[in-house]
């Protein structure tokens, strides 16, 4: 299986998924109706006791519900990986009990906006655990059929490896027998006066990188992967040029001065001919910053109108304890370094920043940032609304204007950006966000270094997932006032 059939393979798993899922549904569904039926004939089993189950009238209404389903259901495979196959058993199942969590959720989440009463709850759970079991037995029967299938398959992807140091060898264990690739390999061919490593057997030692047209015009073979950074421009142009006339893919390694950790793109500007090598270490994906997009639009949206009362409530007590606005506004550095208009609850008195200077040498915080527990300036209500959190619930209005995200790194003072060093300057390279790995690791009891470090470590592992993980994680920090001020 090479990786265009890698590709397709993912996507027949994610419709196979979909397809036990709906079966699940239907199956249920007309398992219900069965036992209706029974018990108003009261037919039913001994063993079942004597049960009552509605018939369902409108059986068409649940068909309905099985699109918004699958749905969910498509977005909860797309959130917890399901169409990842290298992993262990236990771990397959774990992403799917995660999944059906998921979906489970989003669809009681419907199910209570859009008043769906004619759906049993006792349905939706047998629902849920029926397809939970349908799909990690489903997967298991997948994965042993192609492992199966595999071992009747004799010729598998053709590989050939011009390089014929360590690093070649390395690189062809790497790809060689990766399950379900299935990957054949046929052997090196050495650059011009390279070695062969003591460890290639003389059967797969297939001369020059200079005779590699020679040799492709008497062997098949699916891809070259070139792993000799050693060659010279004319002998790889020469080489790439013989792969590309018999439409042999080529892999192609990145010089090592390339950062590890970025994420490689090939870009095609229009008016050049030349591709451009894209290099980012930021989040990517069109579908899965669309979605992030989505759910700082609904998380917003559904923060507005729980916190609403509560915002009204500390707008109030805000205007009866002192004179002044009831909003502080604070130019703050967002994505790259965009300045931007942040909203907080003001929670200190009127001439705070004034005042800020006599009281530097009381900062309590490492770095480049200002911090006091127990600051003069804070109003009693500003104490009681800082420690809630509640000061920060005006920043919903910056992430329905896009400023911020519901996660992500905290938008610095550009003042504090002056004095990053230069590693730091990274966590700028995101949105900034309401919540982050910082605020659920305690806040203000971690030092600046730690601070920054967390902020890198969710740029670099980001996901979906990690932001819902974040935002639940957030309830309880909030909750219990960890490390607040």
Known sequence: MDRRELILFRKGLVAFDLMITAAAFIGVFFFRQWLAIESQLGQLPRWMGRIEVPLVDEPSLYYVVLLGVLLFWWFAFYVSGTSDFRVSYARMAGRYLRAVGIGLALFLSGFFLLKLTFVARSFVILFAVTDLVLLIVGRLAVMETVAFLRSKRVDGHRLLVVGAGALAVKYARSIHGQP???????????????????????????????????????????????????????????????????????????????????????????????????LRRTPTGEVNLALKRL??????????????????????????????????????????GRKFTMYKFRSMVVDA?????????????????????????????????RRTSIDELPQVFNILL????????????????????????????????????????????????????????YIDDWSLWLDLKILLRTVPAVIFKTGAS
């Open 180 to 278: 379900p690739w299935n990957v054949k390999l046929l052997g090196y061919v050495a650059g011009p006066g390279e070695e062969f490593d003591p460890g290639i057997p003389e059967e797969l030692r297939h001369g020059s990188v200079l005779e590699l047209e020679r040799y492709l015009n008497n062997t098949a073979v699916d891809e070259v992967l070139f792993a000799n950074s050693g060659l010279d421009n004319n002998t790889l142009a020469n080489a790439l040029h013989v792969c590309d006339e018999r439409g042999i893919d080529v892999l192609l390694p990145l010089p090592p001065s390339i950062p590890q950790r970025s994420r490689v793109e090939i870009a095609n500007i229009h008016g050049i001919d030349l591709p451009l090598l894209g």
């Open 295 to 336: 759910l700082d639009l609904t998380g917003g949206m559904v923060m507005l109108m729980l916190a609403g009362p509560i915002m009204l409530a500390a707008a109030i007590a805000i205007r009866l304890e002192s004179k002044g606005p009831i909003f502080f506004k604070q130019i703050r550095a967002g994505r790259n």
């Open 353 to 385: 920043e004034a005042k800020k200077a006599a009281l530097a040498h009381l900062n309590e915080m490492s770095g480049p940032v200002f911090k006091i527990k127990r600051d003069p300036r804070i109003t009693k209500v500003g104490h009681f609304i």
């Open 402 to 457: 896009g400023d911020m995200s519901l996660v992500g790194p905290r938008p610095p003072l550009p003042a504090e950006v002056e004095q990053y060093q230069p590693w730091q300057r990274r966590r700028l390279s995101v949105k900034p966000g309401l919540t982050g790995l910082w605020q659920v690791s305690g806040r203000n009891n971690v030092d600046f270094e730690e601070w920054m470090a967390l902020d890198l470590r």
